[in-house]
């Protein structure tokens, strides 16, 4: 069974930085894209930040130049470095994975447990 586990939030003053983290374990064939959501209380979770197995990144125009996402493919792990943290950069951030288990399977999305950022003014 394919796990993500995140580790990494906290709370930070803003200006402040952390760093999250996500390890995939488990059988698994590849790993496609991999990427970072969000979701604040009462709102949809929207998409923060992607990287492909190629190493292109794509970001959401509020964290460009502030956000860095990186995968380290033989560690099978993800991670988003967030700097200059605002307020509005508060929510419960999730890891997500593209990933097929085996090569005549289809690929599937798979999930972090989340994790909290709370920045402080």
């Known amino acids: 069974q394919v796990q993500l586990v995140e580790s990494g939030g906290g709370l930070v003053q803003a200006g402040g930085s952390l760093r999250l983290s996500c390890a995939a374990s488990g059988r698994m064939f590849s790993i496609n894209d991999m990427a970072w959501y969000r979701q604040e209380p009462g709102k949809q979770r929207e998409l923060v930040a992607t990287?492909?197995?190629?190493?292109?990144?794509n970001y959401i125009d509020s964290v460009k130049g502030r956000f860095t996402i990186s995968r380290d493919n033989a560690k099978r792990t993800v991670s988003l470095q967030m700097n200059s943290l605002k307020p509005e950069d508060t929510a419960v951030y999730y890891c997500?994975?593209?990933?097929?288990?085996?090569?005549?399977?289809?690929?599937?999305?798979?999930w972090g447990q989340g994790t909290q950022v709370t920045v402080s003014s």
């Open positions: 990287i492909a197995d190629s190493g292109n990144t």
């Open positions: 997500n994975a593209r990933i097929k288990q085996n090569w005549w399977v289809a690929i599937q999305d798979y």
